[in-house]
């Protein structure tokens, strides 16, 4: 599948914990977004990285960290989590920073994430 | 700051009959609007972005800058229609690529 790839796909923790969402861009894409969907917020842009380095951000917590590795996967790294954190984190991958396809995203599967 | 809305949360229609979605957004700078869509148990995909002008599954929409829309518009609506339906906005110049703001959504229900 050389689409994006996100893992887990579901995640139950409680409130106070750490955990680390994972995603491999689609091939040859170099930008990594993520976005957090909430019933209340709705899909909101939390962070980008291009080839490593972060790009953007946007609402995200202090609480909330993120990375791009060599190859390009990311991880988003969640921790002392609030039940407010419950949600489903989106990945998404574009081929570059600028140029006709750098907005169109191509978007993973998601990760519920449950906090109780 | 940059804005979407999209003012229905849910909206119903019978197979074969017209359906809008509508988008209003509020921005500055030089928009680059998209609609994108989750249906049932998928992930989120891009349906269509105003700069290609093509029509997509029978969907078109049509970048109004006078009146800051970009409605997205069928003619004969179909039960596989039946989806969540984002309007998003990005920004077709500088250095925010990528960061799309979205809408809030628009649940589309197609009813036989």
């Known amino acids: 599948d050389s689409g994006v790839t996100q893992t887990p796909k579901h995640l139950i923790t409680a409130t106070g914990q750490r955990v680390t969402l994972r995603c491999s861009p689609r091939?040859?894409?170099?930008?990594v977004y993520w976005y957090q969907q909430s019933l209340d917020q709705g899909l909101q842009f939390l962070i980008q990285?291009?080839?490593?380095?972060?790009?953007a951000k946007g609402n995200i917590l202090e609480r909330f960290s993120a990375q791009q590795f060599p190859d390009l996967h990311s991880e988003l790294n969640l921790s002392s989590l609030e039940l407010g954190d419950s949600a489903l984190y989106f990945c998404?991958?574009?081929?570059?920073?600028?140029?006709?396809?750098?907005?169109?995203?191509?978007f993973g599967a998601g990760s519920r994430l449950t906090v109780l | 700051a940059q804005r979407v809305t999209q003012p229905e949360k849910l909206l119903s229609v019978f197979k074969g009959a017209p359906v809008e979605l509508k988008c209003n957004y509020s921005?500055?700078?030089?928009?680059?609007l998209f609609w994108y869509v989750q249906y049932s148990r998928q992930r989120l995909q891009l349906l269509l972005r105003?700069?290609s002008r093509e029509s997509i599954k029978g969907f078109t929409a049509d970048l109004n800058k006078g009146e800051t829309s970009f409605h997205l518009k069928k003619p004969f609506a179909q039960e596989e229609d039946s989806a969540m339906y984002y309007c998003a906005l990005g920004n077709a110049g500088g250095t925010s690529y990528g960061k799309l703001t979205f809408g809030q959504g628009t649940i589309l229900t197609v009813h036989p």
């Open positions: 921005y500055s700078g030089s928009p680059e």
């Open positions: 105003h700069i």
């Open positions: 990285y291009y080839n490593g380095e972060e790009r």
């Open positions: 091939s040859g894409d170099l930008s």
């Open positions: 998404a991958s574009s081929v570059g920073l600028r140029g006709a396809g750098a907005n169109v995203l191509t």
